[in-house]
C-alpha cells in the first residue's frame, strides 16, 4: 500500500514528515474500569489528534492487565484510528508481591512489562522478573518512586509547596528506585525503561549506565520539559503527577540528556481523570494529566526552538526509540505531517480526549500535526 502526500504539504519547509507516525510508548486509556475518564475509543481518538499511530497502554485499570484476555481487549479492536501495543503487569494485580506469568502475557502479545503507578519495592520479586523477561526478549518499564521514600510527598520543594505547607517528594525516591533497578540490570541482562523521569540526579544515572554498556533507557514526557515546580501557580491538582514536576535544574538535565541521546525517548504518560478527581487540591486529587494532543507541539517547542535540537533527532525521539524499546519496526503505510507554523493555542474543548486535566489551557505552540495517516488511511486531518 502506498499513499501520496497531498500536495500542499509536499516539498514545502513549513512540513516535517514522521515516517511510521508518532509512538507513545506510556499512555493510559483507563479501560477497562473508569470509562468516565477515557475509554479505548477515546484514548486512540486523542492519540491521532496529536499524530500518533502506535501507543502502548499500561495495566493499572480495574482489573489490572495480568491476564491474556486483558491483553486480546486491547489489541483486537480494529477499528481504532491507531494500534494498541499493550504492556502487562510484572505482578499479579499490580500488588507486588508475585511475578504474573509473564510468559503467558508475552505470547498473547504484550509488548512490555510494568506495574505503573506502582513501583516494585520488593527486589527480590522485581530481580525474578527481570531473568524472566530477559529470557523472553521483553523490557521491563519501571515507575521509579520508592514508597518509603515518598511518604505522602506530593510536590518538590517550591514557594508553592511552602506557602500550602504541601508534604514533599524528595528527590531521592526517584534516583534511589532507579539506583536499585541498574544493579539488577548487571545482574540479570534484563532492559530497563524509566518511565517519566523528573530528576537529573535519574538522568546521570541512566547516562553512566548506558556507557557502561548496560540495556538502561529512560524517557522524557513533555511536562517535565516544559514546566518544573517553581511554575506552578497554585494548589491545583492539573498540576499534579507523579513523580511531581522537578526543579529548573531538572529541566535543564532533562533537555540535555534528551539532546545527548542519554534519554532516547518521549512519551507522554497520558493520564485522564473525570473532572472530579481533580476537584481538590495537591493533597486529595489524583496524580497525572492528558498530553496527547499536545505532545508534538511542547516537544517541538522545548527541544527543536529552545533548544536546537534537530527536527531528525526529535523525529527519532517519537519514532525509532520507542519503536527499539518494545522491539518494533514502525509501519511503512503510516506517516504524520507536523506543521511547524500552525501556530496554535491550546484549547482543551476542542480535544477528543475525555478529560481536560492538564496545566497547558491558553498556552500557544507553533508546531501541531497537521495530518495522521495510519495504514494509509487519513484518520485526522487539521483545516
Not at 214 to 243: Q, R, Y
Not at 297 to 302: E, K, N, P, R, S
Request: aromatic share 6%; proline share 7%.
Amino acid at each position: 500500500m502506498t499513499f501520496d502526500l497531498p500536495v500542499e504539504f509536499a516539498d514545502n519547509q513549513r512540513y516535517v514528515v514522521v515516517p511510521g507516525g508518532l509512538r507513545d510508548v506510556h499512555v493510559h486509556f483507563r479501560d477497562p474500569g473508569t470509562p468516565e475518564a477515557e475509554t479505548r475509543a477515546t484514548g486512540a481518538a486523542a492519540a491521532a489528534a496529536g499524530g500518533f499511530t502506535c501507543v502502548t497502554t499500561m495495566p493499572n485499570t480495574t482489573p489490572a492487565g495480568d491476564s491474556p484476555a486483558w491483553l486480546r481487549e486491547q489489541i483486537e479492536d480494529a477499528s481504532l484510528p491507531c494500534r494498541i501495543a499493550p504492556s502487562a503487569c510484572i505482578t499479579k494485580g499490580r500488588l507486588g508481591r508475585e511475578v504474573a506469568d509473564l510468559e503467558v502475557l508475552a505470547a498473547a502479545g504484550a509488548v512490555a512489562f510494568t506495574d505503573d503507578g506502582a513501583f516494585v519495592d520488593d527486589a527480590h520479586v522485581m530481580e525474578e522478573a527481570m531473568r524472566r523477561a530477559a529470557k523472553l526478549g521483553k523490557p521491563v518499564m519501571q515507575h521509579a518512586v520508592i514508597p518509603a521514600l515518598l511518604g505522602a510527598g506530593v510536590m518538590r520543594d517550591c514557594a508553592v509547596a511552602r506557602k500550602f505547607n504541601l508534604p514533599l517528594m524528595p528527590p531521592e525516591a526517584e534516583t534511589e528506585a532507579v539506583r536499585r533497578d541498574i544493579a539488577l540490570v548487571r545482574t540479570t541482562g534484563c532492559a530497563l525503561h524509566v518511565q517519566h523521569i523528573s530528576c537529573a540526579g535519574t538522568v546521570e544515572l541512566i547516562r553512566a549506565a548506558r556507557r557502561e554498556g548496560l540495556p538502561v533507557t529512560g524517557e522524557a514526557t513533555p511536562h517535565h520539559l516544559l514546566f518544573s515546580c517553581d511554575d506552578i501557580p497554585a494548589d491545583d491538582a492539573n498540576w499534579k503527577m507523579a513523580p511531581p514536576l522537578g526543579s529548573r535544574e531538572d529541566v535543564a538535565a532533562i533537555r540535555e540528556g534528551v539532546k545527548d541521546g542519554t534519554l532516547g525517548i518521549f512519551a507522554t504518560d497520558h493520564a485522564p481523570h473525570h473532572a472530579s478527581k481533580k476537584a481538590g487540591g495537591f493533597r486529595t486529587s489524583a496524580n497525572g494529566i492528558i498530553g496527547l494532543e499536545t505532545a508534538a507541539a511542547i516537544t517541538w517547542q522545548t527541544m527543536v526552538v529552545e533548544e536546537g535540537m534537530s527536527p531528525q533527532d526529535w523525529i527519532a525521539r517519537w519514532t525509532t526509540g520507542p519503536a527499539a524499546l518494545i522491539g518494533e519496526t514502525p509501519d511503512p503505510d503510516s506517516f504524520t505531517v507536523i506543521d511547524t507554523q500552525a501556530n496554535r493555542v491550546v484549547d482543551p474543548e476542542t480535544f477528543k480526549s475525555k478529560s481536560r486535566n492538564m496545566p497547558f489551557a491558553g498556552l500557544r505552540f507553533a508546531a501541531w500535526p497537521a495530518m495522521t495517516v495510519f495504514k494509509g488511511k487519513v484518520v485526522q486531518k487539521w483545516e
